[in-house]
């Protein structure tokens, strides 16, 4: 397969990847409570079916693999090439796997532009939003700290937002924690301590980093729908993971206090939602009552065999996903290389003397037609030593020793291999005359570097009918294969036919 081929049929694999850790975790949800185990489930559901991809692409950049075949190969050694069209003759044959996969790898970089474009518009609206934010009051500041040490979490930048109605998490290398004037208001209330001990968790665990991996994943994957659903119920879990770190201890009426807040917020939240920062309501709505149960009745922590359960299907999952690519890798199609000459010439039988040619193998004939052996080429007449006439009164020669030799004549070849067979359209002159097939011998001498130079049309059946030109033209793009150049003399020439059908 070609590269196209090999990247769209990787998107696939990553789709099936998707839709089987999509199908997995929606049975485990309703049967494991704990938010943390649910989380990292869904992120290894997320994170899988980028596998595929991600291993051809890196295949793609590593040197194609090599098949050494022998110059004698019937699958590349014609020294008559059948051209055959399909349909109308001046259509050339068209490739519908690769055409298809060009168009579903055109059609996976729209979505990604569109998805990086629609990336940077939220993230410009973001920073506008930050830059628009003022330094929170000491009370503020002196809560968010004590928050930290109580959980353990680096402090972060605090920004008071009035016009916000949620607290959110925003930046990478520099976190920037942004609270609500409302929060303000109250620094050391119960609700506000909560708040800033959720938006920390965040921090704490490093979702804001995560947050940034998961957008880079949706851009480049943009293309499969199931990874945006994947990553919103891996943020819901995330939500309830982080509520139950900031309301660890906490008594009924305090949490009753917080699922407050979060309706509140819920109710007047705006862009705050869809932007790539930590937001205090999740990403979507549907999940708040899910949430809100949460809150309200905490789950305990999972057990060991929900643990081992949720680790051995995201590693049967990862399993099949690596398995698949390397299918998928070792459908690349190799460079083949030929043999060296001289072992090629060892493993052969040499041809008898009295062995008549007989015509070479037909690539692309029809069904109807037999490959036949490929000619014997005539041994080319050595040269004779030319011995010079000793001076009179001198000494003879030793016995073996040359004193001048003729140099070697071009030979002519027959055996012709390719790197890259001629395609010449079907003339439209015979097409337009009725003429469905023609023949026509070249001569050529080929260069170093494989290509054909002073071709010239030998005989040419049916004559007029544009087959020696159409043949002519197709050179321009053909190349003898190295098995070719290899065994040819300066100044010789290969001698081959091209033959002309349509078929049906």
């Not at 397969?1 to 975790?25: N, Q, V």
């Not at 016009?163 to 303000?184: F, H, I």
């Not at 041809?351 to 070479?360: D, E, G, K, T, V």
């Not at 002519?412 to 067979?421: D, G, K, S």
């Amino acid at each position: 397969m070609t590269g196209p081929e090999l990247l769209a049929l990787s998107l696939g694999l990553s789709f099936a990847a998707a839709t089987l850790g999509w199908m997995i975790m929606r049975a485990l949800e309703r049967r494991v409570a704990d938010p943390v185990l649910r989380e990292r489930a869904w992120a290894a559901a997320l994170y899988v079916p980028a596998l595929p991809p991600l291993a051809v692409s890196l295949m793609l950049l590593t040197p194609a693999p090599l098949k050494t075949a022998a110059p004698a190969d019937a699958a590349s050694i014609a020294s008559s090439v059948v051209i055959e069209l399909q349909g109308a003759p001046n259509a050339p044959p068209v490739d519908l796997a690769h055409t298809a996969s060009v168009l579903v790898l055109v059609l996976a970089g729209l979505f990604a532009i569109l998805r990086i474009v629609s990336l940077g518009v939220r993230l410009m609206r973001l920073r506008k939003l930050i830059r628009a934010t003022t330094a929170a009051p000491p009370d503020l500041r002196r809560t968010v700290e004590e928050a930290a040490r109580a959980i353990g979490a680096s402090v972060p930048a605090v920004r008071i937002d009035g016009s916000g109605a949620e607290a959110l998490l925003a930046g990478l290398r520099r976190p920037v924690l942004v609270l609500p004037a409302a929060l303000a208001d109250t620094p050391r209330s119960a609700t506000t301590r909560a708040v800033c001990a959720h938006e920390l968790a965040h921090l704490k665990r490093g979702d804001h980093r995560a947050l940034w991996i998961e957008e880079v994943l949706l851009a480049v994957a943009a293309i499969n729908p199931l990874l945006g659903v994947i990553r919103d119920h891996r943020a819901a879990a995330r939500e309830e993971a982080c509520d139950a770190v900031a309301l660890a201890g906490a008594a009924d009426d305090q949490r009753r206090l917080y699922a407050r807040s979060l309706l509140a917020a819920v109710q007047t939240a705006g862009f705050q939602r869809t932007a790539p920062a930590l937001t205090f309501t999740s990403a979507r709505r549907t999940f708040v009552m899910h949430r809100l149960k949460a809150i309200l009745v905490p789950a305990s922590p999972a057990g060991i065999r929900p643990r081992r359960a949720v680790v051995g299907l995201s590693a049967l999952v990862a399993g099949l996903a690596c398995a698949g690519s390397f299918a998928v890798a070792a459908q690349r199609q190799p460079v083949i290389a030929e043999a060296p000459a001289d072992i090629a010439a060892a493993a052969q039988p040499a041809p008898a003397a009295a062995a008549s040619p007989r015509p070479a193998a037909i690539a692309g004939a029809g069904p109807a037609e037999q490959p036949a052996p490929m000619p014997v080429v005539a041994a080319a007449p050595q040269p004779q030593p030319v011995v010079a006439a000793a001076p009179a009164g001198s000494a003879p020669p030793l016995p073996g020793a040359a004193v001048a030799q003729e140099s070697p004549q071009p030979a002519e070849i027959t055996r012709v291999t390719w790197t890259q067979h001629p395609t010449p359209m079907y003339p439209a002159v015979a097409a337009a005359n009725g003429v469905d097939s023609g023949t026509v011998t070249l001569s050529c001498l080929v260069e170093a570097d494989g290509r054909a130079s002073g071709c010239a049309v030998l005989t040419e059946s049916p004559e007029g009918a544009g087959f020696g030109a159409a043949a002519l033209a197709s050179m321009e793009t053909a190349r003898f294969s190295p098995g070719t150049t290899g065994s040819a003399a300066p100044g010789a020439t290969v001698r081959f036919t091209i033959r002309f059908r349509v078929a049906g």
